[in-house]
């Protein structure tokens, strides 16, 4: 396979990375080889395949596609996100101490607390804006920090530079779950991270039709161990899922551009409507971390959240539930636009007393915007909100 991790083109490599023309019949697209096995020749004689849950071709050519969008040596498939996270997190052992963001998707924080809290492993959840209290909570038991950037559902925004600065000859790694900017708009193996990670099932699939996750990194050593626990506790995701997703990344530079073009006008709407206390998106000059996401991303995504006025579970419910474009659903990511509840959804697990501290409140919203016209868009969001407080924007 030709290496496209030296393309600079974002919308190039979305098109050709990890793909070549299939040698025995120049078709185009990578084939979806669906074998669970290889014939070899003789023992230890075969063509790189032995077995699909170690390597398939079509997983191969996608998670080169993987490395090389996200300008790293090294990429890695799974069946879902927390897949692999929990991939990640199995490279630790008792003792060890992970430093994640307090403002987290509700399943990771599950993950977290849930599961390896319970093998010995430590979690400190910290504002990973505020520097000093990253260097507070680092010491030498520290192996992760875990960044979301920007977080889900409150849209804070992480120095990822500033953080790897912070934390570098600690003995500790930098982890970027990057999936709510998506390659095309933000690469933290640039700015110093030691990995990146993404639920593939949202804007790199980008169609709501596949479960995947994926990680990348450049770091050799830290590679083969993932791989090594890849294939033995076997998390890994089949050939027709990699060829879905590996269909999505064609497009995924095109249909960004339209999840921030709509993102950015719906923000912008939605500031003006009196049922709302608060709009929550980087792209605006007064949001806290404006100036690192112009910075350090190449454009502030489609993911918007906003919090009602009278913060009420009731209206909120009811203007979840009244949007005809907006689809009520879990998820995020696809070219359909999706409204969610996060206290009641996404973000269920974590405790009422954890998440409101972060303003994950009865009263927030949280939408996925889509690349459906946006003026469309923008009267769903009317008449919802109209029906649900009485109040019209």
């Not at 899922?241 to 073009?261: E, I, N, S, Y």
């Not at 206390?277 to 991303?297: L, N, Y």
Request: net charge negative.
């Amino acid at each position: 396979m030709s290496d496209h991790s030296k393309t600079t083109g974002r919308g190039t490599l979305a098109v050709h990375a990890g793909v070549e023309p299939d040698p025995s019949t120049g078709a185009i697209m990578t084939p979806v080889y669906m074998t669970s096995t290889y014939v070899q020749e003789g023992v230890g004689n075969h063509k790189g395949y032995e077995y699909s849950r170690t390597h398939n071709p079509t997983r191969t050519a996608l998670e080169s596609a993987f490395a090389a969008l996200e300008h790293g040596a090294h990429g890695l498939a799974f069946a879902s996100g927390l897949a692999a996270m929990d991939t990640v997190l199995k490279t630790l052992k008792p003792g060890d101490e992970v430093i994640s963001t307090n403002d987290l998707y509700g399943g990771s924080y599950r993950l977290f607390t849930t599961v390896f809290a319970h093998y010995g492993i430590v979690f400190h959840f910290v504002n990973l804006s505020d520097l000093d209290a990253l260097r507070s909570a680092l010491n030498a038991q520290t192996r992760l920090v875990w960044v979301e950037t920007p977080t889900n559902p409150m849209m804070q925004i992480t120095d990822i530079a500033a953080v790897a600065d912070a934390v570098r000859g600690s003995g500790a790694r930098v982890v970027v779950d990057n999936t709510f900017a998506s390659p095309m708009l933000q690469n933290p193996l640039n700015l110093g991270a030691d990995m990146v990670m993404h639920s593939a099932t949202k804007y790199l699939g980008g169609h709501s039709d596949v479960v995947m996750g994926c990680l990348v990194t450049s770091d050799e050593h830290w590679a083969d161990q993932l791989r090594t626990l890849q294939n033995s506790c076997g998390a890994v995701p089949g050939p027709m899922d990699c060829f879905l997703v590996l269909r999505g990344l064609k497009t995924l530079h095109l249909r960004m551009q339209r999840h921030c073009d709509n993102g950015a006008r719906i923000a912008h709407h939605l500031t003006q409507h009196p049922a709302i206390a608060k709009v929550h998106w980087p792209g605006f000059p007064s949001h806290p971390g404006h100036e690192v996401a112009a910075r350090q991303m190449h454009g502030f995504g489609g993911m918007v959240s906003f919090t009602l006025r009278d913060n009420n579970l009731d209206m909120a419910k009811k203007l979840v539930a009244t949007t005809r474009l907006f689809t009520l659903a879990e998820s995020l990511g696809g070219v359909e636009s999706l409204i969610g509840h996060p206290a009641t959804m996404t973000h269920a697990s974590i405790p009422k007393e954890v998440r409101e501290k972060t303003g994950v409140t009865d009263g927030l919203i949280r939408l996925s915007v889509g690349v459906e016209d946006v003026e469309d868009l923008i009267d769903d969001l009317n008449q919802a909100l109209a029906s649900a407080t009485g109040i019209h924007g």
